[in-house]
């Protein structure tokens, strides 16, 4: 089954404490992508990959990190979490880059920060 | 100012009804458009892309204005199924990059 499947789905944590929230496709996609959505502002780019090795920040990059270091999988990291990090996140992934075609999404990870 | 702009809802409308939605996007080099459905938190899943010279899947019609720059989305006959939050999503002048609305929510009732 084609999918995009995200780890952890719950996550509560503290301030500072590093995490990691792991992205994996099957679908051979090179295009991957991560967002977070907030009540009343919708879901917002945070870092996006073309292909293995070659990513980029979106709108909201700042307090994360990422890497691809290969075609399947794009976690994303938080080096030092804060409360304004708590949010709903999405990865998706996209045949291609180009802009142009759909984006399959994960199921999300909820983040609460205290 | 938002480079994409929705109406938030809610729409409630009865079973059967014709409802539009529009959206305005900000950047008049977007190439690609799309409407996305959303469940209750749940994750986005396409419901269709939006072309230059517009498009129909059974029951929904979507259309781009170029020159007012908006998107439309038309449902018609509308089910009880068809509730959800809808997504506007417009790509920027650099086509990796991608703007979502914040969604028209849309209950169908009985």
């Known amino acids: 089954e084609a999918q995009v499947t995200q780890n952890p789905r719950y996550l509560i944590t503290v301030t500072g404490k590093k995490l990691t929230v792991t992205c994996s496709q099957n679908?051979?996609?090179?295009?991957m992508s991560w967002y977070r959505q907030d009540p009343g502002l919708g879901l917002r780019q945070i870092y996006y990959?073309?292909?293995?090795?070659?990513?980029d920040k979106g709108d909201v990059p700042e307090g994360y990190k990422v890497s691809r270091k290969e075609k399947r999988n794009f976690p994303l990291i938080l080096e030092s979490p804060s409360p304004n990090q708590t949010s709903l996140y999405f990865c998706?992934?996209?045949?291609?880059?180009?802009?142009?075609?759909?984006?399959?999404f994960g199921p999300g990870t909820r983040l609460t920060v205290t | 100012r938002k480079e994409v702009e929705q109406d938030p809802g809610p729409f409630n409308v009865p079973e059967g009804a014709t409802v539009a939605f529009n959206c305005t996007y900000s950047?008049?080099?977007?190439?690609?458009f799309f409407w996305y459905r959303q469940d209750c938190r749940k994750e986005p899943k396409l419901l269709m892309s939006?072309?230059?010279s517009g498009n129909e899947d059974g029951r929904f019609t979507a259309q781009l204005n170029r020159a007012s720059q908006y998107i439309s989305l038309l449902i018609r006959d509308s089910k009880l199924s068809d509730s959800a939050t809808y997504l506007c999503?417009?790509?920027?002048?650099?086509?990796?990059?991608?703007?979502f609305g914040s969604g028209t929510k849309l209950n169908v009732k009985p």
């Open positions: 998706a992934s996209s045949v291609s880059q180009g802009g142009g075609y759909e984006q399959y």
């Open positions: 679908m051979n996609h090179e295009y």
């Open positions: 990959s073309m292909n293995v090795e070659v990513t």
């Open positions: 950047n008049s080099a977007s190439q690609s």
């Open positions: 939006v072309y230059s």
């Open positions: 999503v417009v790509n920027g002048d650099n086509f990796n990059k991608f703007y």
